[in-house]
């Protein structure tokens, strides 16, 4: 209960929205990207956005029949 109770939803909040609102914001995928307290998969990912300036296709894996 201790951790809800001091839980802050802000950051999660802003995470989710920089990558699945504004998806290729340049400032947000930085601080992203510079962010230590994520897992360098979620940092990486950052990366890749401001490097490609483009946003992965989920086709494939929202459509599968498989």
């Keep these: 209960m201790a951790f809800f ?3 802050n939803p802000a950051p999660v909040h ?4 920089a990558l699945y609102v504004h998806r290729l ?3 947000e ?6 962010r230590d307290a994520l897992a ?7 990366v890749w956005r401001q490097e ?4 992965e296709d ?5 459509e599968s029949t498989a």
């Design 5 to 7: 109770q001091h839980f």
């Design 14 to 17: 802003r995470l989710w929205h």
């Design 25 to 27: 914001n340049p400032s």
């Design 29 to 34: 995928l930085k601080g992203i990207a510079a």
């Design 40 to 46: 360098e998969g979620w940092r990486r990912h950052a």
């Design 52 to 55: 490609s300036g483009r946003v």
């Design 58 to 62: 989920w086709r494939n894996r929202l």
